[in-house]
């Protein structure tokens, strides 16, 4: 899975570039601020010293910041990664420093991003059972399978945990059906047509 970044996003990035040497500064501040939230004075700091408006300092640590979050929510591959970079043309280096940035960061962003709280739902566990359907009052002898899926989630609500549930139900046909066009879906991500095409999406 390749990550598409947004015009405004390319553009943060960009300034990594200018300031390679400080990258892993950039990516220290970053990290901090995932663990204890932002602090203007860290990006006046920084700005000083690079000789840039704070905005840009922001804007780029914000940037990097997102880019790390959203590729370590993913668990996306290292050669996906360097892909999801080329539209930045970084560079070999700066690519490769980054890549190490991710790979070392990526298990402590993970469990930085579960504490936090979620408006979504969480697959907590799932209940499945299969009916099979052997006659009916017109009909003697058949079989007519169904699948009976229920979902059990969980939403964080401030301090404690709610809990609610969904129940599904398909026939044998169009489960596979679905099963066999996720699979498909799933293989064509992997080409190297759709990482042409993703690389160029804006």
């Known amino acids: 899975?390749?990550?598409?970044?947004?015009?405004?996003?390319?553009?943060?990035?960009?300034f990594l570039?200018?300031?390679?040497?400080?990258?892993?500064?950039?990516?220290?501040?970053?990290?901090?601020?995932?663990?204890?939230?932002?602090?203007?004075?860290?990006?006046?700091g920084a700005?000083?010293?690079?000789?840039?408006?704070?905005e840009t300092v922001q804007h780029g640590v914000e940037g990097l910041m997102y880019l790390m979050t959203e590729?370590?929510?993913?668990?996306?591959?290292?050669?996906?990664?360097?892909?999801?970079?080329?539209?930045?043309?970084?560079?070999?280096?700066?690519?490769?420093?980054?890549?190490?940035?991710?790979?070392?960061?990526?298990?402590e962003i993970r469990s930085i991003l579960s504490l936090l709280p979620s408006t979504l739902p969480a697959y907590h566990n799932v209940e499945w059972r299969l009916d099979v359907?052997?006659?009916?009052?017109?009909?003697?002898?058949?079989?007519?399978?169904?699948?009976?899926?229920?979902?059990?989630?969980?939403?964080?609500?401030?301090t404690c945990t709610e809990h609610s549930s969904r129940v599904l139900q398909t026939d044998l046909r169009t489960l596979l059906r679905l099963v066999s066009m996720l699979e498909a879906a799933l293989d064509a991500m992997k080409t190297s047509h759709a990482r042409r095409i993703l690389r160029n999406v804006k």
């Open 133 to 158: 359907q052997l006659a009916s009052r017109s009909v003697r002898q058949q079989v007519i399978p169904m699948l009976m899926v229920r979902l059990l989630l969980t939403k964080a609500r401030g």
């Open 1 to 14: 899975m390749l990550l598409v970044l947004s015009e405004d996003h390319k553009e943060h990035l960009a």
């Open 71 to 107: 590729c370590s929510k993913h668990m996306i591959s290292e050669e996906d990664f360097l892909d999801s970079l080329l539209v930045l043309e970084l560079g070999d280096k700066l690519n490769q420093t980054l890549l190490q940035m991710y790979l070392q960061h990526q298990r």
């Open 17 to 44: 570039h200018q300031v390679d040497s400080a990258v892993g500064e950039f990516g220290r501040i970053a990290l901090e601020f995932l663990r204890r939230g932002t602090s203007p004075k860290v990006y006046e």
């Open 47 to 54: 700005a000083r010293k690079l000789c840039v408006p704070v």
